[in-house]
DNA sequence: TTGACATATGTCGAATATGACATAAAGTTG
DNA sequence: CAACTTTATGTCATATTCGACATATGTCAA
């Protein structure tokens, strides 16, 4: 695009941007929804590891077996906070979170996000 | 400490555990904090990089400009949640977001942590 | 079967995080 | 300096997340 066409668009209201941007909203969310499903796995995974009830987790954490429940379950009210909280407080490290947060579980899916976009301001 | 006496104080309502274990919730908090910190200035760092304003990243994400910059400043009442969702939706990657809560900044500081503690339960 | 224990689900009032707004403070440019 | 832009801070009503509780479901041994 000519910058003169980008500098017109621009001045009637219009952001231009990549398709990627306009789409990464929505990107972000499915990430995040991601995220906590695998963190969510590990705490059951250590949980079990390491033989204690979801009443014992609920305890060491200050929660009840209801939330512990719900956070295994990736339960859509809990957080990103409360579920790395319990990993932590079950002795994961730092990198151990950290790994889990940047590892793609699932396999990659190619999309167009090439293309550019008009997006409104 | 034999099972025997274990047994017993389990029996009066104590529960048997390391110090560390009972340590980690303030370990948790302090690491958790930390993981904050790190995000938050991946987030000014990126936006700064990108070259777009606190009220553009506020637009991207849908939020206000106020929120970011208390997204930026750490400020206590912003989730880990609206911290990833921004670094996510500025096109960072799961990886990138995994780096950094994963990456201890400062550096490490020895504690003893290893003596057995008893813990009301 | 029954009973004991573990986990899942729904609901609730309380606590916390939210976007929005106003406005102060800091930074930039002329 | 003043005008302007950007960022920081305080407040507030609303939305989300919280722990707690009740209760359902599942598991397993007596």
Redesign the interface.
């Known amino acids: 695009m000519k910058a003169s066409k980008k500098k017109k668009l621009e001045a009637a209201g219009w952001k231009v941007g990549s398709a990627?941007?306009f789409l990464?909203?929505s990107?972000?969310?499915e990430?995040?929804v991601?995220?906590k499903v695998a963190l969510a796995k590990k705490v059951k995974a250590m949980r079990q590891e390491k033989k204690i009830t979801q009443q014992r987790l609920a305890?060491?954490?200050?929660s009840s077996q209801s939330r512990v429940a719900k956070l295994e379950t990736a339960d859509r009210s809990v957080?990103?906070?409360l579920l790395?909280?319990s990993l932590?407080?079950?002795?994961a490290t730092?990198?151990?979170?950290?790994?889990?947060?940047?590892?793609?579980k699932t396999k990659r899916v190619a999309k167009a996000k090439k293309k550019k976009a008009l997006v409104k301001?």
Do not use: F, H, Y
Request: charged share 30%.
């Open positions: 990627a941007e990464e909203l990107d972000a969310e990430m995040l991601n995220m305890k060491l954490i200050g957080s990103m906070e790395i909280r932590l407080s079950m002795g730092r990198a151990q979170v950290g790994s889990i947060v940047g590892t793609r301001r």
